[in-house]
Each structure stands twice: as structure tokens, then as C-alpha cells.
């Protein structure tokens, strides 16, 4: 491309003005399987049950649970576990929709205003760091998709694989190709994408976000490596016992799987086992392994964040209780 048709950075990259407010951000951290949401619920209903107008609701910190029909894969809270408690964000999308950081945050936006309008406070939930991070310091945004551009990469990206790819990105945006995976399509293709309509790595853009963030209290938790691995065996193999499977088929089938929904965690591994290509024990094994090295990735980018408390995940209903009372009085003083 030209150099004179490159557009400066300063002049793509802007503070998304449809982020949250900026008031204290309260957040639930950790890795999969480590009981967030069962935490942040437990959270709430402590709230409710002071003898003050003091209340509590969940808003989801997760890139899939927006997804309509993808609950089991993503292990969604049930309607009938949602009832004491309101939680935000979940099920807003389709899966055939492409649904993004800058949507989240103007979701996430409108979900914090009608709760505060109610005297509450929201209590976010959720792994993704890219999310929590565009909650804390706003989205430094690139500029919009060039369909054409975009659709070439991706072709380039399918013809070349994941690898080629991926090193393709590193010549020219090392930041980004340092902390994507190659295997993350979205992301490697946007980081050429911005690349090639600017001549700006994506990574240089976003490591200019405002070193003022938003106020915040942060709790993480904390399980140690062979907990956490059996932890997730045992969720991989409750969920098959709960109908994954047949769930994964219901969506291929209709409404389909979009680019994103697709990228939710198993659901690719559990068709290969619907159409016959792995066993059911093979699809649980990968899975479950998948998962494993998802959740230690996860650890990695969570520990970024410098102002998280960390604490131990409850293994008891006493644990939980007590770890709730905590983290209600430190996240309300």
C-alpha cells in the first residue's frame, strides 16, 4: 500500500465513548472451572440478605455465554440458577452473529446504567481478559473493516494455515503476535488487517492505552494446577453426561455456528465426535486437555492485571460462604 494512503494512527485510534461508566468496576476473576459465577451469585445473596438496601447483580465477563443455545459447552448459569440473582449479558447474541469487544462494552455500558438505577451495584463475572481489560483503560479502536481486505486475509490465512499466518503477523506486529495464538483467527486476521490500512501494528495501538484505568476492586482465584485439572475433566465429562452432544448438533443445524460462535471452547471437537471422527472418550480426552492449556493461557494473561487479590477457590459451600463475606465487605467498604 502507499504510504500516503495510510492513515495516522492517532487518527484511527480513539477511546470508545460507548465504554462504561467510570465508576469502581467490581470483578470476579480466574481461570475456567475455578467457580466465579457461583462466587459472584453467592456474593449477591449475602447483599440481599443484610438488613440494607444494599443489592448486587451478575454481569457476565465471558465471550461466549452471549450466545443463545450454547449453554452446556460454555457452561452456562441455568434460568432456574439466574432467578435469585439477575445476570446481564447472556444470551443477547445469536450464534450466527459476530459479536465483539466494541458490542460488549456498549452492552456492558447499558447492563451498569439500569442497574445502578436501581440502587445496585454490578458485579462482573468472567475470564476474558480483553474484555475486563477494554472495561478498565477503554477500547483504542483501529480503523473500521474493509470488507474486501478483511475477506483476502482470511483467504489468505485458510490457504496458508494458521502457522505461515501467524508468523506473517510477527514480521510486522510482534507485540500482538506475542500474545495471540496462531490458532485465533479473528485476531491474527485484524492485526494484519489494521497493519495493512494503517502501517501501525495493532499492538503498538493498543499498548497506547490511557495510563489512568478505571477504578476498580478485583478478586481472582486462585487453583492449584492438579485441582484445577481434574476440575475440568470432571465439568468435560458431566457436560457430555448433560447432553453436549446433542446440543452441538441442534445449533450446526439451526441456526449454524458464525465466526465467533464457533470459536467457543469444544464445540468443534464435540461435532467430530457427532460426525464419527473421534470417540466419545477421544472427544472427552481432547477436550478436556484443549481446556487445560486454554486455563493455564488464561492464568498467564490474568496475572497482567497488577491490582487482582488473589485469593484460594472455595472447595466447600462453607468456603464459598465465607470467601462471600470477604469479598462483599472488601468490594463495598
Known amino acids: 500500500m502507499d504510504e500516503e494512503k495510510k492513515t495516522a494512527p492517532s487518527e484511527v485510534s480513539s477511546r470508545a465513548s460507548a465504554a462504561t461508566s467510570r465508576g469502581v468496576l467490581r470483578a470476579i476473576l480466574g481461570p475456567t472451572a475455578s467457580g466465579k459465577t457461583a462466587l459472584a451469585v453467592a456474593v449477591c445473596q449475602e447483599a440481599a440478605r443484610r438488613e440494607s438496601s444494599l443489592s448486587g447483580e451478575v454481569v457476565s465477563l465471558d465471550s461466549m455465554l452471549v450466545y443463545r443455545g450454547l449453554d452446556i459447552g460454555t457452561a452456562k448459569p441455568l434460568i432456574e440458577e439466574r432467578q435469585d440473582v439477575p445476570h446481564h449479558l447472556i444470551d443477547v447474541a445469536d450464534p450466527t452473529e459476530t459479536y465483539d469487544v466494541t458490542r460488549y462494552l456498549a452492552d456492558a455500558a447499558v447492563a451498569e446504567a439500569e442497574i445502578e438505577s436501581r440502587g445496585a451495584?454490578?458485579?462482573?463475572a468472567g475470564g476474558t481478559s480483553f474484555y475486563l481489560k477494554a472495561l478498565l483503560f477503554g477500547l483504542m479502536s483501529g480503523p473500521d473493516v474493509d470488507p474486501a481486505l478483511r475477506e483476502a486475509i482470511e483467504q489468505r490465512y485458510d490457504h496458508e494455515g494458521p502457522e505461515a499466518t501467524h508468523a506473517a503477523l510477527a514480521?510486522?506486529?510482534p507485540l500482538l503476535a506475542a500474545r495471540v495464538h496462531p490458532n485465533d483467527k479473528k485476531r491474527v486476521v485484524r492485526g494484519l488487517e489494521v497493519f495493512e490500512q494503517t502501517g501501525s501494528p495493532l499492538g503498538q495501538l493498543q499498548s497506547q492505552w490511557t495510563a489512568e484505568p478505571r477504578p476498580s476492586r478485583l478478586i481472582g482465584l486462585e487453583v492449584d494446577s492438579d485441582g484445577l485439572?481434574?476440575?475440568?475433566?470432571?465439568?468435560t465429562r458431566a457436560m457430555f453426561a448433560a447432553g453436549w452432544a446433542e446440543e452441538a448438533e441442534r445449533v450446526r443445524k439451526s441456526p449454524g455456528f458464525g465466526k465467533t460462535a464457533v470459536?467457543?471452547?469444544g464445540y468443534?471437537?464435540?461435532?467430530?465426535?457427532?460426525?464419527?471422527?473421534l470417540?466419545?472418550?477421544?472427544?472427552i480426552t481432547t477436550i478436556a486437555l484443549r481446556?487445560?492449556?486454554?486455563?493455564?493461557?488464561?492464568?498467564?494473561?490474568?496475572?497482567?492485571?497488577?491490582?487482582?487479590?488473589?485469593?484460594?477457590?472455595?472447595q466447600t459451600k462453607e468456603d464459598l460462604e465465607t470467601l462471600a463475606l470477604e469479598v462483599l465487605d472488601w468490594m463495598t467498604d
Open 121 to 124: 451495584f454490578a458485579l462482573f
Open 171 to 173: 514480521v510486522v506486529d
Open 229 to 235: 485439572d481434574r476440575r475440568i475433566l470432571e465439568r
Open 263 to 265: 470459536q467457543a471452547l
Open 268 to 277: 468443534r471437537d464435540v461435532l467430530r465426535y457427532v460426525d464419527g471422527e
Open 279 to 283: 470417540t466419545k472418550e477421544e472427544s
Open 291 to 314: 481446556t487445560r492449556q486454554f486455563s493455564r493461557r488464561q492464568r498467564t494473561w490474568l496475572r497482567g492485571f497488577s491490582n487482582v487479590r488473589w485469593c484460594p477457590a472455595p
